[in-house]
Each structure stands twice: as structure tokens, then as C-alpha cells.
T-cell receptor, first 115, second 112 residues
């Protein structure tokens, strides 16, 4: 079974703090993704990575950065957390096969509250 | 820009009734369409994936159809059970690249 784990289920931070969200997958997947999910707005892609040290902006990258130093780990960084970054953050990974990705597998999510 | 819509946003049915969930998308240049299930406070689990060349996919009590030309997909869940209560999301993968665009989801409650 594919397993995608996220470092925290719940996180409370203060405005201006630097926040690290970690995601680890154990299936040697090439692709990894960070989404945020908000009521009424659905899931929105923040960043994704298709290889180590590679990253691509998604639909809402502002205020976020990412790091992928190892294939199994993809980190989302909030350089200076703001209250509008309070959200549910979901990580996903997928295998690349014959030039296309297979289905995405999701982690359990991190619910972040910024005060 | 691709937009994915799911109507209704919420649905409540008695146990045993068949469920019909709708998904529409604006750009027919898709690679595939997936249906996911999300339980409260949890991540997403893939249910069915339909390639753009396919018309439908079936898994147990679940059947998903795809009409790419009209930009629609329907998820049917036969003989619903309380354990089917969850939010169901559809997502389309664009033809050029690995990006998924998600609908807002339909929250389903199956009453015993």
C-alpha cells in the first residue's frame, strides 16, 4: 500500500512565524504535490515537483515556497505565516509512467491555524 | 482556464436509495477524470479513474460515466449505505501536464 504521511495533523502558529510542513511518501514516486483546501474554494494546487530539486508553481504559490532535497520528501514552507494561510494542507504523490502520472495518493492532511 | 463544478453541494438520501452525483467541466481537452472520496478531516482516496477515451468505469457498487464532448461525468452509487456518507470530489487532469483541477465536492449523507 502506498503511504503518504504528513508531519502534523494539527498545527497552531502565530502571525509572522516561519512554518514547515513536511510530507513523506514511501513508494518512490516521482511527483509530489501540495494543495490547500478551503470551504467554498475546494482544493487548490500550491506547488508541485516532478523530480528531486525540481519545482513548479501551481495556481496559488504566493506566500509559499517548497523544497525537495530527497525523492521521498517534499516540504512546504510559509516564510512568514499570515492569518489568511489558515487552512487544511494536503500533500499527494504519484508515479510517472510512460510520460504521464498515475493516480495521486493523498496524505491525511495538516490543519493549520495561524493566530 | 479549466473550471470544474459539482452540483448539488450536499445531498441526503435514505439508506438503500441509489446516489447520482454530477460533475461538469469547461474544457474538454482532458487526459482523464477521477472521482475521490474524502471522509471528514481526512485526505482523499481515489475511487475511479476514467481515461478520456473511455465512456465509463465500474468498481463494485460504483459506476462512473464520462461524456467528454459535453463536459460531464456522473458517479452512480447503487444501494447506498450509511458508510457511503462522505464528500465526493471529481478532478480532471489536463491533456498537457500532470495538474488536477478539482470540483468543490458533494457532501453526501446516507440516513439509516
Amino acid at each position: 500500500d502506498v503511504k503518504v504521511t504528513q508531519s502534523s495533523r494539527y498545527l497552531v502558529k502565530r502571525t509572522g512565524e516561519k512554518v514547515f510542513l513536511e510530507c513523506v511518501q514511501d513508494m518512490d514516486h516521482e511527483n509530489m504535490f501540495w494543495y490547500r483546501q478551503d470551504p467554498g474554494l475546494g482544493l487548490r494546487l500550491i506547488y508541485f515537483s516532478y523530480d528531486v530539486k525540481m519545482k513548479e508553481k501551481g495556481d496559488i504559490p504566493e506566500g509559499y515556497s517548497v523544497s525537495r532535497e530527497k525523492k521521498e520528501r517534499f516540504s512546504l514552507i510559509l516564510e512568514s505565516a499570515s492569518t489568511n494561510q489558515t487552512s487544511m494542507y494536503l500533500c499527494a504523490s504519484s508515479r510517472q509512467l510512460f510520460g504521464r502520472q498515475e493516480t495521486q495518493y493523498f496524505g491525511p492532511g495538516t490543519r493549520l491555524l495561524v493566530l | 482556464k479549466q473550471e470544474v463544478t459539482q452540483i448539488p453541494a450536499a445531498l441526503s438520501v435514505p439508506e438503500g436509495e441509489n446516489l447520482v452525483l454530477n460533475c461538469s467541466f469547461t474544457d474538454s481537452a482532458i487526459y482523464n477524470l477521477q472521482w475521490f472520496r474524502q471522509d471528514p478531516g481526512k485526505g482523499l482516496t481515489s475511487l475511479l479513474l476514467i481515461q478520456s477515451s473511455q465512456r465509463e468505469q465500474t468498481s463494485g457498487r460504483l459506476n462512473a460515466s464520462l461524456d467528454k464532448s459535453s463536459g460531464r461525468s456522473t458517479l452512480y452509487i447503487a444501494a447506498s449505505q450509511p458508510g457511503d456518507s462522505a464528500t465526493y470530489l471529481c478532478a480532471v487532469e489536463e491533456a498537457a501536464g500532470n495538474k488536477l483541477t478539482f470540483g468543490g465536492g458533494t457532501r453526501v449523507l446516507v440516513k439509516p
